[in-house]
């Protein structure tokens, strides 16, 4: 049998624990970039890429897949969507240490709770990918959340919609790209890092910039950003590999999951009945695609045979 079909046939626990890991680590992040809360969203942003990009040269160096990964800047096309990709997630990164620095980090956990459903409306509307009626009134349960986050706030509620929207489009535009996670983040690091460098050096001109800074301790913590940023994503990509997507699935909202309990208990958020009845809202249609998912293997599985 085939490492692919043994790995569809079950989970080998040694990737549930590297999946897991990885979701956890994102789940407790917001604790580390609230050291760094007097750094502007944007300048933290500017940091994690620029650090990330050393970290991950070192690290393909050491796996031996340094010179493989730089043979893939010669697929024009592949480099395009990677630039692409790239200020997407910048844009998610940036928006997400605004939470962070903001306390709204409640919001933040709704953005990544609302990804998988945005994820299904990407993939009916760009890849013509067929709706049930159980999906498709999780999409509209979804929707509803924000209409009455909207209507009771008086305003559009951006921040958990904008971060939902920029992920699902970094995974809609990375879903096309025949590259690993490890390398298409690299590549992504080091398609900015000459933007990332130039503002690095300009802020440090003037001494108007985080970096470098008199206290030690700020000056070691953006520079950990780097790896801080590259570990989950690699044990992501160790755990996604010997895994069952449904499992993967799964593991996915223990990371929202986290942020909203570290929001509420250790940054002292309020849970609001408005952010009942969204959450709500939202968990039902997360309750939908999981059953008809559910039914769907149901439907799939082949009939018992009867002993003759």
């Not at 009916?124 to 009134?137: D, K, Q, T, W, Y």
Request: neutral net charge; aromatic residues 14%; glycine residues 8%.
């Amino acid at each position: 049998m085939s490492d692919t079909a043994s790995t569809a046939a079950k989970d080998d626990p040694q990737g549930i624990l590297f999946a897991g890991g990885a979701y956890v680590l994102w789940g407790v992040v917001p604790l580390y970039w609230h050291l760094l809360r007097e750094v502007p969203p944007f300048q933290l942003t500017v940091h994690r890429v620029f650090w990330a990009a050393f970290f991950l040269l070192g690290v393909l160096a050491l796996r031996g897949q340094l010179a493989k990964t730089l043979a893939l800047f010669r697929h024009r096309k592949l480099i395009r969507t990677l630039a692409l990709t790239s200020v997407l997630i910048a844009v998610n990164w940036t928006i997400y240490i605004y939470c962070v620095s903001t306390d709204q980090l409640v919001e933040a956990s709704l953005g990544y709770y609302i990804n998988p459903l945005i994820s299904i409306a990407l993939g009916v509307a760009f890849f013509g990918e067929h709706i049930s009626r159980l999906r498709l009134a999780a999409v509209l349960l979804a929707a509803s959340a924000v209409v009455v986050q909207t209507i009771e706030l008086g305003h559009f509620p951006w921040i958990a919609p904008s971060l939902a929207l920029s992920f699902g489009f970094y995974g809609y535009f990375r879903k096309q790209t025949d590259v690993s996670a490890l390398q298409g983040l690299a590549i992504e690091t080091w398609l900015l890092f000459p933007f990332t460098c130039a503002l690095v050096a300009w802020w440090a001109g003037p001494g108007d910039g985080a970096f470098p800074s008199t206290h030690g301790n700020t000056n070691l913590f953006l520079i950990l950003g780097g790896p801080i940023t590259a570990a989950p994503l690699i044990l992501f990509a160790a755990g996604a590999r010997r895994i069952r997507l449904s499992t993967l699935g799964f593991l996915q909202y223990l990371s929202p999951s986290i942020t909203l309990l570290i929001a509420i208990f250790l940054f002292g958020e309020s849970f609001t009945s408005l952010d009942a009845v969204t959450f709500g809202c939202v968990w039902a249609a997360l309750v939908l695609v999981a059953l008809e998912s559910q039914m769907g293997k149901f439907r799939s599985s082949p009939p018992p045979t009867l002993p003759e």
